[in-house]
């Protein structure tokens, strides 16, 4: 299990909701307190709602207009009997205090307003309704109240606070001590209920986050070498989806991108490797005549003026592969420069098939374009071009046998003419089809022929074609025949 850091993600998301929840908390608990003494009140008012009006009508309390001291004295004590909880008021009509059942230090209103009376009285109020109460200067608690008439003639009010002052402190007492430890309880258990859906969750969140990061720390310890996993986490959100699939198109470009690097890379090398192999039989073989022709010459014998020649034969075979390096490497680099021109294609391969011809002849293999027609026109670099064809066509004869023929066909199609180049020569195993545009590659069954063949020629012609914006395709069968294919755009 990871640890969580105080800056960490889910430390601070923890503490939001912890906070947010106390808060909450506090406030329902509160409010359930405000909502359950109003309850109460309004409970005990409307059960003691009559009782004014039931001790009113027990016996006058007053004689000969006034407060009588002794009916008052035995009301108040009978009452007594219901509770403590109780405050009785004799009220003058306009609320003056005329007597009252507690001791006269306590009585902090000498008159109160009566307007929550005659409300009750009136019968239109909602209850609980709260009127003054005498004890305090603004507190307010729920009453009773019944006006005391004699003879027709209203003398003043019975007022009874329900809920009084001793009720208050033993409730408060009460509440304290029961509500407290509750409250603490569900604030508490809430809390930690909170804390372990918030891990669960979290843990939920971050589970394809922390995946990948695996696999980004993965990439990072073992390069690209190894196929990254691909990401897909089920049930993730939509957003961290998105990120998972941006993450595998991200890697898979980078593992082709260091491919495609690193196979550039591993094939400069073995190009360099062939070539400088290939480059020393020619070199051993023309020091080794000239140095024989000299030695013989030093000897005061005749030379043997055909070392000079196979010497000479060496040095061109040389010659032709460092030109071909030299134009590959060229090709290679960025900048190459192209003067497309229209060119007649027919005549472009007729003059190539020309230098070829007496090699052909003797080899009794058949050379042949069509059409003819000097009017077809490509946009092309003519001298771009004519390479690619000889060097198609070298290839071709190289490996025919007699009797063999080799057709170049050109066949319009809308803006483009198709070029094929067919041969009825040995053919190209399959296993090496996939290859043969590689520098330096020579199939199984390659004819070396007698000048340098370092294998750059495909390689050569394919980067001449791709400057053309066009790609070269190839088809062969063992024992029938070559065909290599390329578009060119119309001029
Ligand atoms: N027309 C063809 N018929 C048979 N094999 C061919 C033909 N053209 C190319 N190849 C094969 O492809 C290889 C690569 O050709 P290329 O790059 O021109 O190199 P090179 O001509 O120096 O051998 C040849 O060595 C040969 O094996
Ligand atoms: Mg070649």
């Avoid at 196979?310 to 061109?316: D, L």
Wanted: glycine content about 6%; aromatic content about 6%.
């Amino acid at each position: 299990m990871t640890s969580f850091p105080i800056n960490s993600l889910f430390s601070r998301l923890a503490l939001v909701l912890m906070v947010s929840f106390l808060l909450l908390g506090l406030m329902l608990v509160q409010l359930s307190r405000q909502l359950d003494a109003s309850f109460q009140e309004q409970v005990t008012q409307k059960l003691h709602l009559s009782l004014a009006e039931h001790i009113v009508h027990e016996g006058p309390l007053f004689i000969e207009g006034k407060p009588d001291p002794a009916a008052v004295e035995r009301a108040f004590h009978n009452m007594m009997i219901l509770g403590k909880g109780f405050e009785f008021y004799l009220l003058a009509p306009d609320g003056t205090l005329l007597n009252y059942s507690a001791p006269p230090e306590k009585i902090r209103r000498k008159r109160i307003p009566t307007a929550a009376i005659e409300q009750v009285l009136a019968g239109q109020s909602t209850l609980p309704l709260r009127g003054p109460d005498p004890r305090d200067p603004i507190r307010e608690k729920v009453f009773s109240v019944a006006p005391v008439m004699i003879d027709g003639q209203m003398l003043g009010y019975l007022y009874i606070i329900i809920n009084g002052e001793i009720y208050d402190s033993v409730a408060a007492q009460v509440a304290d001590s029961a509500w407290l430890p509750f409250a603490l309880l569900m604030l508490g258990s809430g809390a930690l209920f909170l804390l372990a859906s918030t891990l669960g969750l979290f843990a939920w969140l971050t589970r394809p986050l922390s995946r990948l990061s695996d696999a980004i720390g993965a990439m990072e310890t073992q390069g690209f070498k190894t196929p990254s996993l691909a990401l897909n986490t089920p049930g993730a959100a939509r957003e961290v989806r998105q990120l998972e699939q941006a993450f595998n198109t991200l890697s898979h470009r980078l593992q082709l991108q260091y491919r495609k690097v690193k196979s550039v890379d591993e094939m400069r090398r073995e190009l360099l490797a062939h070539v400088s192999h290939d480059l020393r039989t020619p070199l051993a073989s023309l020091q080794g005549y000239l140095e024989t022709w000299m030695l013989q010459q030093r000897k005061g014998q005749q030379p043997d003026p055909a070392y000079v020649e196979i010497a000479q034969q060496n040095a061109a075979k040389i010659h032709k592969m460092v030109d071909q390096l030299m134009e590959l490497a060229r090709l290679e680099s960025d900048q190459v420069p192209m003067r497309i021109e229209s060119v007649s294609i027919a005549e472009l391969v007729q003059d190539v098939l020309q230098k070829y011809r007496p090699a052909a002849e003797a080899k009794k293999v058949l050379l042949d374009v069509s059409p003819k027609d000097p009017g077809l026109q490509v946009a092309a670099d003519i001298e771009k071009l004519e390479r690619v064809f000889t060097n198609l066509v070298d290839n071709a004869l190289r490996h025919c046998h007699s009797g063999d023929s080799i057709r170049i066909q050109l066949l319009q199609d809308d803006q483009l003419v198709k070029v094929s180049v067919s041969d009825s020569g040995i053919g190209i195993p399959a296993s090496d089809l996939p290859h043969i545009f590689d520098a330096h590659y020579k199939a199984a069954n390659s004819i070396r022929g007698d000048a340098a063949h370092s294998g750059l020629g495909l390689a050569i012609t394919k980067r001449l074609l791709a400057l053309h914006k066009s790609s070269i395709e190839v088809s062969s069968k063992v024992q029938q025949g070559t065909e290599f294919r390329f578009t060119l755009p119309l001029a």
